[in-house]
């Protein structure tokens, strides 16, 4: 899993998420099966179940709103215990809550199994417009060191007794943010002078392409195939 | 907050995709113009701020915080083109690393994050700056103003969306209500910080702000005229 080329798993990925929206919500069995087959891989790139759940976490905002739509949304209701529920809301909350969390899941593996760069270079491969690419590298490559100044700053705004409540006391969180688009804007501008000094030529070196043979492509989409699959099924076979 | 899996159908999501690479490839011819072969780097470091920014919580009410979502911000720092290709890339790193929104709403989010934002907020700070004196106060009520307007323009272009092809069918009217009412106080706040961290850049580098290169340097009572 971790060794199949990046746009393998990129493709892969893709698909199985378009298969998972794709599937009928009245047909829980193959929302099981989406797991089951999202678990099988998980399983067999060995991510901890710790890591999958501590991710996950980014979900809760959308599950929250998932769980107001059986009391908001129109339709005809049924008695859920003592509560009147509309019934399209609750299929539609349990839509989001299933697809969202198996999109979150396929998303996390994804990440959990390929690194930056090799991402970067299975986009480039699979031809993402090289502009895209090349401000996404280098974001990632300075995402830190501008997080750091933010953190930096932020402990020096502490240590000199900020501690803001209200907004009209956001002054020095204000300035932070205005001095953090300054540094990062003017490190762009040393970055380029950088690369200019070191022959840059106006065109970003491409990656070496990574070659993914017929084997790779069959081990990497077979789950998504199977995905697919059971999402045709879903509104065919057993529905 | 981004749109996850399973939101809207396959169509709306595919349609949100086409808009956006459209979209995404204007911008991107846009701003090669502009900034030639210093868009990468200066392009990157500006998504890297933008990601690093909504780490910086801004005080509310007693404690409470929130974040700056920033669309309109970028447009007027550093031009509406690179301000798109900046968000994007920010919401596609987003939901790949971080499964921040979903991979087939990819094309969604770019609208409602990325490109909705800044257009609206940049053709919102350009009327505004016509009708105001061109100094820099203008510039940073300009900008307050066109963040204001951005963000309940996104809920609603949210809300149409929805209406179009939403998993639930909840009726447009109570849509647009529920979200454009939020996101009016959402916009204040975002008007807020926006000008402000405007005002903040404009006080130590106003050369680098994009949407106040037309400003006299002589308006601003440095330079001897």
Redesign the interface.
């Known amino acids: 899993m971790r060794s199949l080329p990046p746009q393998v798993k990129l493709v892969a ?2 698909l199985f ?2 298969a ?3 599937t009928r ?1 009245e047909a829980m069995w193959a929302f099981a099966v989406h797991a089951a087959l999202l678990a099988v891989v998980a399983f067999a790139a060995r991510i901890r179940l710790r890591t999958i759940a501590r ?2 976490l ?2 809760v ?2 599950l929250a709103a998932a769980a107001l ?1 059986p009391f ?4 005809d209701r049924v008695a859920v215990g003592p509560l009147r529920l509309s019934e ?2 609750l ?3 349990w ?2 809550v ?3 969390t ?3 899941g ?3 593996v ?2 959990a199994t390929t690194s ?1 760069p090799e ?1 970067l270079r299975g986009l480039q491969t699979m031809r993402c ?1 090289a ?2 690419t ?10 830190d ?3 750091g ?2 953190q930096r700053m ?1 402990v020096a705004r502490i240590s000199r007794a900020d501690d ?4 009209w ?3 020095a ?10 540094r ?6 040393r ?2 002078l950088a ?1 200019l000094s070191r022959g ?1 030529d ?3 070196p491409r990656l070496a392409p990574s070659a993914a043979t017929g084997r790779h492509w069959a081990t990497g989409l077979a789950i998504s195939l199977a995905a697919i699959v059971v999402a045709l099924a879903s509104w065919s076979v057993w529905r | 907050m981004h749109v996850p899996d399973g939101f809207f159908d396959g169509a709306t999501s595919a349609g949100g995709a086409v808009v956006s690479a459209g979209a995404l490839a204007v911008a991107a011819r846009r701003a090669t113009d502009e900034l030639g072969e210093r868009l990468a780097p200066l392009a990157g470091l500006v998504a890297a701020f933008i990601f690093a920014l909504q780490m910086l919580n801004f005080p509310v009410v007693g404690g409470a915080s929130g974040h700056l979502l920033g669309g309109a911000l970028a447009a007027v720092l550093v031009g509406p083109w690179t301000a798109m290709l900046c968000v994007a890339v920010v919401v596609g790193v987003q939901a790949v690393l971080f499964a921040d929104g979903g991979l087939s709403a990819y094309g969604i989010n770019v609208l409602l994050i990325a490109i909705v934002p800044a257009a609206v907020g940049w053709v919102i700070f350009r009327i505004v700056r016509r009708l105001l004196p061109s100094t820099d106060p203008a510039v940073v009520t300009a900008s307050g103003i066109a963040a204001f307007v951005s963000v309940p323009v996104a809920a609603a272009v949210f809300s149409v969306m929805y209406a179009i092809g939403g998993a639930v069918n909840l009726s447009f009217g109570a849509v647009l209500a529920a979200m454009i009412g939020t996101h009016v106080f959402i916009g204040i706040g975002e008007a807020l910080i926006t000008g402000a961290v405007v005002g903040a850049v404009m006080a130590t580098r106003p050369d680098l702000v994009y949407g106040a290169r037309d400003v006299e340097p002589t308006s601003r009572g440095l330079v001897n005229a």
């Open positions: 990925t893709l998420v378009i998972v929206v794709a919500r991710r996950m980014i979900e905002p959308f739509l908001v949304a129109g339709g399209s809301g299929w539609g909350a839509a989001i299933a697809k969202g198996l999109g979150v396929a998303a996390v994804l990440s930056v991402l417009p502009i895209l090349s401000i996404a590298s280098f974001m990632v490559r300075y995402v060191i501008v997080a100044d933010v932020r803001p409540r209200w907004f006391q956001a002054k969180v204000v300035g932070t943010a205005g001095a953090l688009f300054v990062s804007y003017e490190r762009g501008e970055v380029h690369m840059f106006g065109t970003m």
